[in-house]
Nanobody, 125 residues
Framework: QVQLVESGGGLVQAGGSLRLSCVGSGRSFSSSTMAWFRQAPGKEREFVAAIRWSGGRTAYGDSVKGRFAISRDNAKNTVYLQMNSLKPEDTAVYYC??????????????????WGQGTQVTVSS
C-alpha cells in the first residue's frame, strides 16, 4: 500500500524559506509523477509543483514560479519542495500526491491517486 508522509512545515516570516519533504513507500515510484498541492482556508486545493520521477521533468503553478523548486532523491524515495521568498498568501496546508496512472506529468488533483496527510505552512507578515 502506498504511503506518503510529509514533513517540514512550520511558521516563517515573510521573505523566509522552508523545505518540505515527502517520503514515499509501498511500491516503486519510478513510473510516477509526484506533486505538491496546497489548500488555504476557504479556498480550493491548488496545484503547486510536480516532477516526473523518471527524467525529472517539472511543472509549477503560476503563483510559485521562480520562488519554489521541486526535486527528488531516488535513493531516499523522497520528494522535496524548496520554498523561498515566502509570502503570507503562501499560507496553506501542503499535500504531497502521487500519480501512477500515466506516463505524462499532470497538474489536476483529480489525476492523483495517493495523498499524504498534509503539513501546515504559515507565513507571517
Amino acid at each position: 500500500q502506498v504511503q506518503l508522509v510529509e514533513s517540514g512545515g512550520g511558521l516563517v516570516q515573510a521573505g523566509g524559506s522552508l523545505r518540505l519533504s515527502c517520503v514515499g513507500s509501498g511500491r516503486s515510484f519510478s513510473s510516477s509523477t509526484m506533486a505538491w498541492f496546497r489548500q488555504a482556508p476557504g479556498k480550493e486545493r491548488e496545484f503547486v509543483a510536480a516532477i516526473r520521477w523518471s527524467g525529472g521533468r517539472t511543472a509549477y503553478g503560476d503563483s510559485v514560479k521562480g520562488r519554489f523548486a521541486i526535486s527528488r532523491d531516488n535513493a531516499k524515495n523522497t520528494v522535496y519542495l524548496q520554498m523561498n521568498s515566502l509570502k503570507p498568501e503562501d499560507t496553506a496546508v501542503y499535500y504531497c500526491a502521487a500519480d501512477f496512472s500515466a506516463w505524462v506529468l499532470r497538474t489536476s488533483q483529480n489525476e492523483y491517486n495517493y495523498w499524504g496527510q498534509g503539513t501546515q505552512v504559515t507565513v507571517s507578515s
